[in-house]
């Protein structure tokens, strides 16, 4: 089945880096996501890495893929007050050949001063 | 602005009511999505469509449905309304195949009274 998993919360100072971690069940995913939501906002995609990647790093974004154990992390370096927010990672559904999106449960993230 | 448009950012209607939210994806997307945001249930993918087409179906209940017109443009009804129908409403688009081309509107918020 489809099914990804985060846990619900983390708190940082601000300057650390934050690391937020997912587990995927899909393994035939071709693409992992990262969103940002902030309050009352809508989802912001943040970055992304294809399947057969282990790394993709964005400016102060690092996106670690481990396949076999089905693990995915996303690391932000230098965290900012701003950063605060919940980050879902998703994985697309495509066993119906819909494409959908499944997402974990998300993860927030508190920056403090 | 992300290039997918959701009418109406706000609604406010009372149980047993019947509500249409509007989403218009990127231009050039086929593929609609539909999630609902709730407190307690994360994001569930509701329903997709792709190029008027019914795709796949996920966690709708029957009192919902959905249609894609030839504009592209999606509705989603919403009837027989309860409390616990109150929720974010996203629309997200892609290109087939989704990608890295999904793209979420800011979403509707859905207060049932």
């Known amino acids: 089945g489809e099914d990804v998993e985060q846990s619900l919360f983390l708190s940082v100072r601000e300057g650390d880096s934050s690391v937020i971690n997912c587990t995927y069940t899909d393994s035939s995913s071709t693409y992992l996501y990262w969103y940002k939501q902030e309050p009352g906002a809508g989802l912001q995609l943040l970055t992304y890495?294809?399947?057969?990647?282990d790394m993709k790093q964005d400016q102060r974004l690092t996106v670690l893929l481990n396949k076999k154990d089905k693990h995915l992390s996303l690391r932000i370096a230098d965290t900012q007050t701003g950063d605060s927010a919940i980050y879902f990672c998703?994985?697309?559904?495509?066993?119906?050949?819909?494409?959908?999106?499944?997402f974990g449960s998300g993860t927030r993230l508190l920056v403090r001063p | 602005d992300s290039g997918v448009t959701q009418t109406p950012k706000h609604l406010i209607t009372a149980t047993g009511q019947r509500v249409t939210l509007r989403c218009s994806p990127r231009s050039g997307d086929l593929s609609v999505y539909w999630y609902q945001q709730s407190l307690d249930q994360g994001l569930q993918f509701l329903i997709q469509?792709?190029?008027?087409?019914?795709?796949a179906k996920g966690n709708i209940l029957e009192r919902f449905s959905a249609q894609q017109f030839p504009d592209l443009h999606s509705e989603l009804n919403l009837s027989s309304l309860e409390l616990g129908d109150s929720a974010l409403y996203f629309c997200?688009?892609?290109?087939?195949?989704?990608?890295?081309?999904?793209?979420f509107g800011s979403g509707t918020r859905l207060t049932v009274v």
């Open positions: 469509y792709y190029n008027g087409e019914e795709r």
């Open positions: 998703a994985e697309v559904g495509g066993m119906d050949s819909s494409y959908k999106l499944i």
């Open positions: 890495i294809f399947s057969n990647m």
């Open positions: 997200a688009s892609s290109v087939e195949g989704g990608g890295y081309g999904y793209t």
